[in-house]
């Protein structure tokens, strides 16, 4: 990690800072050209905006694939003041961007907060192959 990757990534905790004193959940992030451009940046708003998918690492990650050729994105770096959740590593994957620069650990995260309750839906499948298939084969040719 460089010092220029060190002053982006105090940017993120800045916007997680901003996060926190508008009422919403405490992360921030932004996406940065190779050299060190700040191309966007974003808040948690999953309190303000009733949206529990708002992280700024989905909401930055969707707005490179909009805005960012494939070739554009693998260029880019995310910085992040916290490691990217499940759903977000998902969308950061999907939208193709190069490389992820974060603060907090999700380790450390938990350290900072009390356990999580609930232990999540319960998954059942695979099922109905022969027909689920149906729509997806040759889709991907
Ligand atoms: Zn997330």
Same mark, same amino acid.
């Not at 050299?35 to 700040?38: A, L, P």
């Given at each position: 990690m460089t010092r220029d990757d060190e002053h982006l990534l105090r940017r993120a905790i800045e916007l997680a800072a901003a996060a926190r004193a508008a009422g919403d959940p405490p992360f921030g992030s932004l996406l940065a050209g190779p @050299?060190? $451009?700040?191309l966007a940046e974003d808040r948690n708003t999953v309190l303000s905006d009733a @949206?529990? $998918?708002?992280h700024p690492e989905l909401k930055l990650a969707r707005w490179a694939a909009r805005e960012l050729d494939p070739a554009a994105a693998a260029t880019t770096t995310m910085y992040t003041s916290c490691q990217p959740c499940p759903m977000c590593t998902g969308a950061i994957e999907r939208s193709g961007l190069g490389r992820v620069v974060f603060a907090l650990s999700t380790e450390q995260l938990a350290s900072l907060k009390p356990e999580a309750s609930g232990t999540g839906a319960r998954q059942e499948g695979p099922a109905l192959f022969d027909e689920a298939r149906v729509p997806v084969e040759g889709y991907y040719r």
């Open positions: @050299d060190g $451009t700040v @949206d529990i $998918t708002a």
